[in-house]
């Protein structure tokens, strides 16, 4: 079973920057692409970035571009979101995911716990 745990999350003020990593472990599994979602209660799971696996290509939400930067360490199988010149309306719960690409399906299969962003006025 794969686990992903997020960690780097916290209270920053607005103009202040913060990077969120992912770390994915259990037995050997297959990686397609692994990708960044946020939440604030009351609303839908919003898509914030993703990346593939193999070539490195980026996918970024509008309302993040130039802002945000998504990585990856092949070797550690984990995924990076360094948040530049964060805004109040970054506020949210940051959830990594992974889709292991075997069934294509297209969509993700396992999801992290979240990690809490604040960002204040």
């Known amino acids: 079973q794969v686990q992903l745990v997020e960690s780097g999350g916290g209270l920053v003020q607005a103009g202040g920057s913060l990077r969120l990593s992912c770390a994915a472990s259990g037995r050997p599994f297959s990686i397609k692409r692994m990708g960044w979602f946020r939440q604030v209660p009351g609303k839908e799971r919003d898509f914030v970035a993703t990346i593939s696996w193999s070539s490195g290509r980026t996918y970024y939400a509008d309302s993040v571009k130039g802002r945000f930067t998504i990585s990856r360490d092949n070797a550690k199988v984990t995924v990076y979101l360094q948040m530049n010149s964060l805004k109040p309306e970054d506020t949210a719960v940051y959830y990594c995911?992974?889709?292991?690409?075997?069934?294509?399906?297209?969509?993700?299969?396992?999801w992290g716990q979240g990690t809490q962003v604040t960002v204040s006025s």
């Open positions: 995911a992974l889709d292991h690409g075997l069934d294509g399906d297209g969509e993700y299969d396992y």
